[in-house]
């Protein structure tokens, strides 16, 4: 349970009329369960009753039948006793004993000195246990059984007769008993063992190998005694199909009516909470979107405003009630830029609003700018259908100003970089400037002899070139001042071949003292490029002094720094390659990061600052190593039609000299 149904309150109505449905169901699966184990415990004890009384049965059927083979025993040796029979007549009469009972695997009648006088089957062995059983029939005159002996593999009991001085010896097969004298359908619904005091099987009858434990019953077999038991095991019964299904299906009824009645309960329960939730979580949502910072505005489809929060009110200085309702124009639009305003609100409705926001400047109740980024997304409502559209509105003023600031600071810098440029080729400047000077000197000193002796062509001419070393020296003037000065970003469309050739002009009496050459390999009809001028000749100026201070270890066949411009695509692509020493991998890694340098007095911003001035074009800046030695920094700009313009809108700062 979360924090905020944790607070909801219990439920507590109706509590008992929800507990003695559920006592009375519990009541009525305990009666049913109890009824079923009563059914269970009645039918075993039925099927107990019902086990003993077919043992007791099968137990008088086995005595019945020794007591029958003793009384025929009996009445041949009466016969015997009384009318001395012939052995041929005593023989046969055996041999009907014999055959008559199956159990009866051997037949001997003994005198007195318990020789043998007939001998029919299985011969009566020379055992303890026959012995035993002889001394117990002459002790008692009666007839006795010995233990159970093997005979042949099969367990076998004497009964022995003691009558006058006869004795008659009947070898009776355990086996043959139980198999012969055990009635087939008892052997279909029970197992019966015989087995011995030790609990020894000697003989069984059962219509399967294994039997499932159920019911079972112990009886001691006696006659012959010796500790014989029946032991008799029923098989598993399985109870009434229909009983078990009718039982199982009143369970399963209770079970679905309970659990019906639980969910029921949950159910109201639910609909409690949820209405105390829904409660809690108006106020709870209405707190968090009050406490928002970002602006949420909801129109309709139409453009109609639907709903604004407390952050969005604030940020415009109108009421929600001023708001929801108004259609386009909305007051908060400002009255400089309302066709903006609505290609944009078009926009949105038509769904084609960017996934990245666009920025708008609006304009509270007090007339202050607000610079704003607004995303939007489809309002969709709980059945999916879209009600409108959402809008998350950012104030990003502050942003603004800090980025102005920061463009102010960065131009800043690159003016800097420039000045400190010009610094470092001032010697080469002013030796430069120098020679046009000089000969300006010298024409004037000609042309004034020349104009003492009245050679007056001549005089025009000296002049003329006069004019030209003082347009050569202005160039270098204006070159200098154009580069150094601060101004603020100016694209326009340059044709970067030129920017090409005044950023070699600006080095170029620098690479000559320093016995450097530069070539150029421009390519023709290039398509102009929009952009800053000054900054692309500063990016330039940069890449070609590092170029030169790469090349000046060089020996003087290497001290060689191509430019070349050519086309690739939609870009324009321009390459400064020296045949320097290279970069090493720890250098190169960090190579564009500011205040990193390698030279001792640089200040490690040339390269971090040609990257900025580059990227503000859209374009790439990056290096690779050269074949042969060196490195090849290129960087690339769009070409004009192939990518809108940079940010011309920037403030701007004015000119200084």
Known sequence: MNKLTASLPKFQSSRWLWIWPRVALVLFVAAVAALLWYSWADERDEQRAVLISDVLWVEQNLRFQLEQTQERLRALLQADHDTQLDEHTLYSRAGLLLDSNHETVGVALLRADRSARVTIGQQVPDSAAINDALKIAYATHLAAYSDPFLLDGDWVIAQVLPHGLQTGIVLISLTRLINQDVPWWFATKYRLLLQDREGLQLASKSNIDTVTPAISY????????HGLILNVTAYRVNSSLIRNLLVVSVIVLALAVLWSLFRLRRHVQGRIYAEAALRQEHAFRKAMEDSLLVGMRARDMAGRIIYVNAAFCRMVGFAAEELIGTSPPHPYWHPDTMDQHQRQSEAVLAGLAPVEGFESRIQDRAGNIVETKVYTAPLIDANGQQ??????????TSQKQAEAFARQQEEKLQQTARLVSMGEMASTLAHELNQPLMAMSSYAGAAKLLSASGQAELVTATLEKIAQQAERAAQIVRRIRDFVRRRSPHFEHCDMNEVVENAVGLNDADARHRELRIETRLADDLP????DRILLEQ???????????ASISQPPERRSILVSTVVEGDSLCVSVADQGLGLEPEVAARLFEAFYTTKQTGMGMGLSICRSIIENHHGKLWFTRREGGGVIFQFSLPVDGSAEPPDATQPQNEEME
């Open 528 to 531: 102009v490029v929009i952009g």
């Open 218 to 225: 112990q009886l001691p077999f006696d006659p012959p005694g």
């Open 539 to 549: 990016v330039l100026l940069n890449l070609v002094r590092n170029a030169m201070d």
């Open 387 to 396: 009600r409108g559209w959402m809008s998350s509105i950012v104030d990003i």
